[in-house]
């Protein structure tokens, strides 16, 4: 489908393949920078941030399987970090009603003062993580990684 | 040292949170197609892959402890790998002259031979995968995350 490459150009899939592992190395850098954060300014881990930003966006909760397809990790995994921030107040599990193997996990109003604060400080480490790219550079990211992610039958 | 933002504008932290967030996301379910598609289709994981990649840009080998420093994962995990590969005749570790305590790992020809079978399927997919970007995207991309990964201070 794709046309010849002129003499002097690479093959497109060249082009890509070097984008991809620059997508990577930006992306493996910026979490190991994260994590390192978390566990010494903040005494947490990457997994239970995410689980905590994940049940902010649902104020009335998730059941445990909801949240486990949500971050892609094993049931588990969830429950240990659940039970963890329900021991320090942070979370609490209630029973579904009419389901009563199902539990919903949500935060306390303890939990989701922690989690703004965890939130205001990852924004401020990403702004200055990414402080080289101006307005428009960002915006440039954002639309073609949108481009990059839509189904390419579409 | 930022201007105020326009009223029309949301700060530019929110703009660089969300290009964060989108860059997550591609890396994630590029990185999870590709384990799937190496376990499905080559019987093999992504840090084996890794490994291989590695060896192959040092056709002369490379010590266990130069390996593990350059994949940032620990010796253990990767002298298992190499243990792997050696039995398959892919890979083999020889001693280090003047260091009888450090080993060199490096590729067999036939260790050579997988691994460029393999980039050039990982080179296929990735194509696929960014295939909705042209030449100019994945260069425009290409430059502006160089930059993002550019140190700060210069």
Avoid: C
């Avoid at 690479?10 to 620059?22: D, I, N, Q, T, V």
């Amino acid at each position: 489908m794709n046309p010849q490459p002129q003499p002097d150009q690479e093959p497109l899939s060249k082009e890509r393949l070097r984008l991809w592992l620059r997508i990577l190395k930006l992306s493996s850098s910026v979490q190991a920078e994260l994590r390192r954060r978390l566990r010494d300014n903040h005494d947490t881990t990457l997994p239970r941030f995410d689980v905590m930003a994940a049940l902010s966006r649902y104020p009335d909760g998730l059941k445990m399987s909801e949240l486990s397809d949500y971050l892609k990790v094993s049931n588990g995994n969830i429950t240990g970090i659940i039970d963890r921030l329900a021991e320090e107040g942070l979370a609490l599990r209630v029973a579904v009603p009419g389901d009563r193997r199902a539990m919903i996990a949500r935060l306390t109003p303890k939990g989701t003062k922690a989690f703004a604060d965890l939130a205001q400080h990852h924004e401020e480490w990403i702004d200055d993580r990414l402080g080289n790219l101006t307005r428009e550079d960002a915006k440039t990211l954002t639309r073609l990684l949108n481009k990059a992610l839509d189904d390419r039958n579409t």
